[in-house]
C-alpha cells in the first residue's frame, strides 16, 4: 500500500533552518509529482511546494519562495523541504503529498495519498 512517512521536524528559532524528509513507498514514486503542504491551528491546509516527476519543474507559494527548497530523489523514493530563513508564520505541520488526484496542482484535491505529518515550530 501507498505510505508516505515524513521526518525532520522540530522546535527551532527565528531564522534558523529545517530540513523536512519524506520515504515513499508501496507506489511507482518517479511517476508522480509531489508536494509538501502545511497547515497551521485554525487555518486551512495549504500548499507549500511541488515537484514533478523528473524534479525539472518545482512551485513554491508566495510565502515561502526564496526561502524553501524542495527536491527529490527517485533513487532513494524521497522527497525533502530545505526549509531556510524560517519565521514564526511557518509554524505549522507540514504534509507530504502525492499528486494522484484531479484538479489543478495548488489543489487539495489534486492528491491522493498524505503523510502523518511533523509539526515545525518556529519561535521569535
Known amino acids: 500500500q501507498v505510505q508516505l512517512v515524513e521526518s525532520g521536524g522540530g522546535s527551532v528559532q527565528a531564522g534558523e533552518s529545517l530540513r523536512l524528509s519524506c520515504a515513499a513507498s508501496?507506489?511507482?514514486?518517479?511517476?508522480?509529482?509531489m508536494g509538501w503542504f502545511r497547515q497551521a491551528p485554525g487555518k486551512e491546509r495549504e500548499i507549500v511546494a511541488s515537484?514533478?516527476?523528473?524534479?525539472?519543474?518545482?512551485f513554491y507559494a508566495d510565502s515561502v519562495k526564496g526561502r524553501f527548497t524542495i527536491s527529490r530523489d527517485n533513487a532513494k523514493r524521497t522527497v525533502s523541504l530545505q526549509m531556510n530563513s524560517l519565521k514564526p508564520e511557518d509554524t505549522a505541520v507540514y504534509y507530504c503529498?502525492?499528486?494522484?488526484?484531479?484538479?489543478?496542482?495548488?489543489?487539495?484535491?489534486?492528491?491522493?495519498?498524505w503523510g502523518q505529518g511533523t509539526q515545525v515550530t518556529v519561535s521569535s
Open positions: 503529498t502525492r499528486q494522484g488526484g484531479s484538479g489543478t496542482y495548488y489543489s487539495l484535491r489534486a492528491y491522493d495519498y
Open positions: 508501496g507506489f511507482t514514486f518517479s511517476s508522480y509529482t
Open positions: 515537484i514533478t516527476w523528473s524534479g525539472i519543474s518545482t
